[in-house]
C-alpha cells in the first residue's frame, strides 16, 4: 500500500482570491492610466478651446477695429467733400493713398443724390469686379440715399468666387442737406490675409463663412484642420458672416507617445500574463484534481482488489505489497516491504521451488503462462497460489523492476478436485451401468459421450471424432421412444430408449441408454413355455376332474342313441312300421350323436396344447361351448345358471378355445366357492354386455368370497386353498386375457360372493391380426 505524497492542496477560494489579485491590480493600473490620459487629453482640449476663444474674438475685434477704420477713413474723405467739394484729381488723390493704406479696398465710388457714378478709384475696373449695376450695391446707395444712416454695408458680392466683396457706404452730407455716397469695395479674402496677424494663422485655420458657404480662409497648407474648432458671428448685418478657426492637429510630442505606448503595452502584457497564468493554474488545478482522483481511484482499486500485487525491485527486494497480497499472507506492509529471498511466506518445503521461480523472475526468464506454488500464511497455514510475473516499467521507459499478481487459488484447486472426482464418480457409475449409455449430436451425430458399455456392445472405436450412427434407434423429438431391438449378429436383445436432450453447451442432444435384455427375454420365453405346459397340465387334471361329469355327459347322448335304436327296432318289428315315427327316431339319434361328437371334439381341443389363434367369434357361441361342457357340474352342484342376452352384442377377434377356457375356470372355481352356500343361494351369474368399445364380462358367485389380502394372491401362480388345487387356473386366465389386450381382476360381491371380471377390446379384424 505505497501512497504518493501530494503537496498541501490551497483552499480555492485562497486560490481564487490570489489569482484574481493581479488581475485586478493590472486593470486598476490600466484604468487608472486610461483616465490619465482622458483627464490630460481633457484639459488639453479644454485649454486650447479657451485660448482659441480667446484668439477667435481677438480676431473678430482685429476685424472690427479694421473695418471701423476703413468706415472712419471714408467719414474723413466724405466730411472733405461736403465741406471742401473735392475735386476729381483730389479725389482720386486722397482715395489712391487710402486704397494705398488699405489694400483690401478695392474700389472707390462716389455717387450723387441721383445715384450715378461722379468719379471712381482706380480709374478702370479690374475684369469681373462688380458696377453700380450690381442690385447689391444699388440697394445700398439708396439705403445711404434714402435714409439718415451714417454707414452700411452692402450684402455680400459673390460675382467672383475668388473675390468675396462686401461694400461699405458712408453718406456725403451736403450743405443744401442733399447727399451723395461714398462706396468703399472691400475684398473679404485680402481682408482676411491682411488682418489675421502670423501668430494666429500658424495655430488655426482662420475661414469665414456665410451660413455653409467658405467665404475666405487664412492657413498654412502643410498643416492639416484638426477636429478642434470654433466660430464667432461677425456682426456685420445685413451679413451673416461668420468667422471659424480650426486649430491644426497637434503633432504629439514623441517621448509621450512612445512612453504611452509602453505603458499600454506594459498594461496588457500584464493582463496577458496574468491571464496566462491564471490558465495555467487552472490547468494546473484541474490536473491536480484528476491526479487526486485517480490516486483515490487507484487507492480503492488496490484496496478492493482480490488479487494480491507485490513488486520488487531489481535486486528483489519487495518495495510495494497491496492489501490483498498482506491479507493473503497474513502480514503486514512493515514486514514485508524491503524482504528480499527467502521470502516470510515461503514455506521452507518449498523453498527451493520458490528460489527457482525467483530467480526465473528476475533472470527475466518468467513464464507468461504463470507458475502455481504454494504458499505459507502468517500462521503456518498452506495455501495454493497462482503468480504471473511482469516486467515494471516506469513512466520514462525505465526497466525499474518487477512486478507480479497472485491469485489464491486454494479454493479453485479444492473445486477442482472435488469437480474431478465428481467426475470420476460418474465416470465410473457410468461405466459400472450394464446398460449402453449414449449422447451423441443432434445434428452432426458426433458422439459426445459413451460408457464402456456402450463401446463394447457396439464396438465404437475408443477415440475422438467419433459418430453415433446406430440405425436401430427409433427417435422422437417429442416424447422419449422405447423400443426393443434384436442384434442378429450377436444374438442380442436391447430395450432401448432414446429421448432428446439439451447438452451442457446448450446444442440439442440424443440421450440413448440400450439395457440388454437378452436374459430377460430368455426367462420370459422360458416362463411362456412353461405356462403352457402348465396349461396343458392344468387341462389334463381338469380333464381328470371333468373326466366323471364327461362321460356322465357322453352317456346321455350314447343312452338316448340307444333307446332310439332301441324304439327304431320295435318300430320296425311291427307289420306296418310307422316310417314317419322311425324317420323322427333316426333323425333324435343323429342329433344325440352329432351332441355326442361336439363333446368329444370340445374336449380335444381343449386338452389340445397350441398357439393362440385368432378368428372371428361368436360370444354366444363361446359361453354355448362353455356351459355344455359345465352343464354336468352345474347339475350337480345344484347352481342356478343364468346367462344375460348377448344376442345384440358384436363378434370379438380371439382365441376362442382360450376365452372358453377362461370363462370355463371362472365358472368352475364360481360353483365350486358355492359348495357350502345353501342350495337355494347357489346363483351364478353370467353377465356380458358392451361398455364404450370394450367387452365386459362378470361372472359373479354367491360363495366364500375373497378377502381384501387375497385379491392380488389369488392371481399369483400355484396359489390355490384347495388340497388337490394347482393354483394356476386364475394366473393362466389373467395371461390369456392380457395377451388379448383386457383386464381381469376381482372384486367382492355386494350380495355376497365374489365377483370375477374381464374385459376386452372389441377390435377390428385387421388390428387382431398377429403374425
Ligand atoms: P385352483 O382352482 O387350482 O386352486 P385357481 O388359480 O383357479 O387355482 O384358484 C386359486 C384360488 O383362488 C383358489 O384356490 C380359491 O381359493 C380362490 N378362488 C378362485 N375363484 C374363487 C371364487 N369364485 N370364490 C372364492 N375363491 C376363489
Sequence with gaps: MLKLKTSQAISPQKTRWLLTLPSFAAALFTLVLAAFLIMTTYTERSTLNTSMEQDLLWQKQALKIRVDNITHQLRTVAASMSTDGLGSAEFTARTFSLMQDS??????????????????????????????RNPQLIALRDSILDSELESSFSKLIMDRPDAPIMALAVPIKLNYNGRHVLIAQVNLRTLLQQQVPWWIAQRYQ????????????????????????????LDWPPN??????????????????????VVAGLSLLMLGSTWA??????????????????????????????????????????????????????????????????????????????????????????????????????????????????????????????ISAIYDITELQREREALQASHERFVAVLNGLDAAVSVSDANTGELLLSNRHFDSAFNIPDRHGRYCNIPFVHR????????????????????????????????????EIATDITMLKNAQERERQQKEQLQQTTRLISMGEMASSLAHELNQPLA?????????????????????????????MAAQA??????????????????????????????????????????????????????????????????????????????????????????????????????????????????????????????????????MGLNICRSIIEHHHGRLWVEANPQGGSCFNFTLPLSLESEAYEP
Excluded at 482662420?206 to 458671428?233: M, V
Excluded at 510630442?253 to 512612445?258: G, M, R, S
Excluded at 450377436?490 to 446448450?506: A, E, F, L, M, N
Design 206 to 233: 482662420i475661414s469665414l463663412w456665410e451660413n455653409e458657404r467658405l467665404i475666405a480662409g487664412k492657413f498654412e497648407r502643410s498643416h492639416d484642420a484638426g477636429k478642434l474648432n470654433q466660430s464667432i458671428n
Design 476 to 511: 422422437n423429438k417429442g416424447a422419449p421412444v422405447d423400443s426393443e431391438w434384436f442384434d442378429d449378429f450377436h444374438q442380442h436383445w436391447y430395450q432401448v430408449k432414446s429421448r432428446s436432450s439439451v447438452w451442457v453447451d446448450g446444442s440439442e442432444v440424443w440421450l
Design 594 to 727: 352329432k351332441r355326442a361328437g361336439q363333446i368329444i371334439r370340445g374336449i380335444r381341443e381343449f386338452v389340445q396344447r397350441r398357439a393362440p389363434h385368432r378368428k372371428r367369434c361368436e360370444i354366444a357361441d363361446l359361453l354355448e361351448t362353455v356351459q355344455t361342457l359345465l352343464n354336468a357340474e352345474v347339475k350337480k352342484s345344484q347352481v342356478k345358471l343364468t346367462v344375460s342376452d348377448v344376442s345384440e352384442l358384436p363378434p370379438i377377434y380371439a382365441d376362442a378355445v382360450m376365452l372358453e377356457q377362461v370363462i370355463f375356470n371362472l365358472m368352475k372355481n364360481a360353483i365350486e366357492a358355492m359348495a357350502d352356500t345353501p342350495v337355494s343361494q347357489r346363483t351364478l351369474d353370467v353377465n356380458v354386455r358392451r361398455e364404450h368399445d370394450m367387452l365386459a364380462v362378470t361372472i359373479a358367485d354367491r360363495g366364500t368370497g375373497i378377502n381384501p389380502e387375497q385379491m392380488e394372491q389369488l392371481f399369483k401362480p400355484f396359489y390355490t386353498t384347495k388340497g388337490s388345487g394347482m393354483g
Design 240 to 261: 451673416t458672416l461668420t468667422l471659424t478657426a480650426h486649430i491644426y492637429e497637434q503633432k504629439r510630442n514623441n517621448w509621450q507617445t512612445a512612453l504611452t505606448i
Design 277 to 402: 497564468l491564471r490558465r495555467h493554474i487552472n490547468e494546473r488545478q484541474k490536473a491536480e484534481s484528476q491526479l487526486r482522483q485517480e490516486q483515490a481511484l487507484r487507492e480503492s482499486m488496490e484496496n478492493s482488489l482480490v488479487t494480491g500485487i507485490r513488486a520488487m525491485d531489481l535486486e528483489g527486494r519487495l518495495f510495494y505489497v497491496n492489501r490483498a497480497f498482506c491479507e493473503m499472507v497474513g502480514c503486514t506492509q512493515e514486514q514485508l516491504l524491503g524482504a528480499s529471498h527467502p521470502m516470510p511466506y515461503w514455506p521452507p518445503e518449498e523453498s527451493e521451488q520458490c528460489m527457482a521461480i525467483y530467480r526465473a523472475i528476475l533472470n527475466g526468464r518468467a513464464d507468461s503462462t504463470g507458475y502455481q506454488m504454494r504458499f505459507m500464511r502468517s500462521n503456518g497455514e498452506r495455501f495454493d497460489v497462482r503468480l504471473y510475473a511482469a516486467k515494471l516499467i516506469d513512466g520514462d521507459g525505465v526497466h525499474t523492476g518487477w
Design 103 to 132: 489694400p483690401e479696398i478695392i474700389s472707390l465710388e462716389y455717387l450723387d443724390e441721383t445715384g450715378q457714378e461722379r468719379w471712381h478709384t482706380p480709374n478702370t475696373r479690374v475684369a469681373g469686379q462688380p458696377d453700380l
Design 560 to 588: 338316448a342313441i340307444a333307446s332310439y335304436a332301441t324304439g327304431c327296432r320295435n318300430v320296425l318289428a311291427q307289420t306296418e312300421p310307422n316310417i314317419a315315427q322311425l324317420d323322427q327316431a333316426i333323425e333324435k
